[in-house]
């Protein structure tokens, strides 16, 4: 919509994770030097939580899609599985055909027996959940007897979760130290910083495009990234709705009131007292604003 006005050649705060966008933060790259050590080593569970909105499904892609080849990589983007469930998706992911006269226990054997041959080939096999808070108690069970598959000198399987911090409550429990204990590396995402939220802001404008000026002066940055409260998600929320009250004045850069009535807009922006107190008529400038910009692209003259 503001990609011409702005001379970006893409959307730079689309909620959809994007690696192109990724950028080396100190959360996001920690996260991503525990993930690669933990996996040369083999064995266990590797597990990265984070508050929704941090970069967990971000960090997800990227480590898949930099795996080095003698990897094997079966990805469950959504694991609210019964176990019977999660072990037809595992087996699914390793090319495994499915077939209704094969009940569990046999299911399991061709598994192993796939996992075995994958080995004997080079690969190692890793099995990456997202949203691995979601997962059944049952299904955590049978996830953790997953790792029981292993040959005498090395574990056939490892896991790696990526989850909301529920999951850690639920960890806590006594009927999962079991599967606790066989949690090697962990990594919890933290939220961004100010300064750090500012580099993010002007990194994503850079890699859609922008050049020349800073859209976002620094001052306005932080005072976005402070109502985001360091969340990745949040900030392009704000960040994306400042651009279209932006656009929808005619400006060529952000100000003040532009970011003031992108948190207005927002219900899990975080206001100060003075702000709060004009959020309807914030809330109502960019309304306004977003009507006008449709009417405009519907051939109306505003």
């Not at 971000?58 to 990805?75: D, G, S």
């Not at 002007?202 to 859609?208: D, G, M, N, W, Y």
């Not at 709705?241 to 975080?270: N, P, R, Y």
Request: charged share 20%; with cysteine; glycine share 6%.
């Amino acid at each position: 919509m503001y990609l011409q006005h702005f001379r970006l050649t893409e959307t730079p705060f689309s909620l959809t994770p994007n690696t192109e966008f990724f950028f080396g933060l100190a959360p996001h790259v920690e996260a991503m030097q525990v993930l690669q050590t933990a996996l040369q080593t083999g064995e266990g569970f590797i597990k990265v939580t984070g508050e929704v909105g941090t970069g967990k499904t971000l960090i997800c892609r990227k480590l898949m899609n930099e795996l080095p080849e003698r990897f094997h990589c079966a990805y469950l983007p959504n694991p609210y599985l019964t176990p019977a469930e999660l072990r037809w998706a595992v087996a699914m992911e390793l090319g495994l055909k499915h077939s209704s006269q094969i009940d569990q226990q046999q299911l399991t054997g061709l598994i192993q027996q796939q996992l075995m041959a994958l080995s004997a080939h080079g690969h190692s096999i890793i099995l990456v959940l997202d949203e691995a808070q979601a997962l059944p108690d049952d299904s955590l069970e049978a996830l953790r007897l997953f790792t029981n598959l292993e040959t005498e000198s090395r574990k056939l399987l490892q896991v790696v979760l990526f989850a909301q911090p529920e999951l850690d409550e639920r960890l806590a429990m006594s009927k999962f130290r079991q599967l606790r204990q066989r949690i090697t590396f962990s990594y919890c995402l933290r939220a961004l910083t100010l300064d750090e939220s500012a580099a993010y802001i002007q990194h994503r404008l850079k890699v859609a495009g922008s050049k020349g000026d800073e859209l976002f002066t620094d001052v306005d940055a932080k005072r976005l990234a402070k109502a985001a409260r360091g969340i990745p998600r949040l900030i392009n929320i704000l960040s994306h709705k400042a651009l279209l009250v932006c656009f929808g004045e005619g400006a060529s850069k952000i100000s003040k009131q532009h970011v003031e009535a992108a948190i207005a807009d927002t219900e899990d922006a975080s206001l100060s007292r003075h702000l709060w107190l004009r959020r309807t008529l914030a809330a109502g400038v960019l309304i306004s604003m977003v009507f006008a910009v449709l009417y405009w692209f519907k051939g109306g003259v505003v």
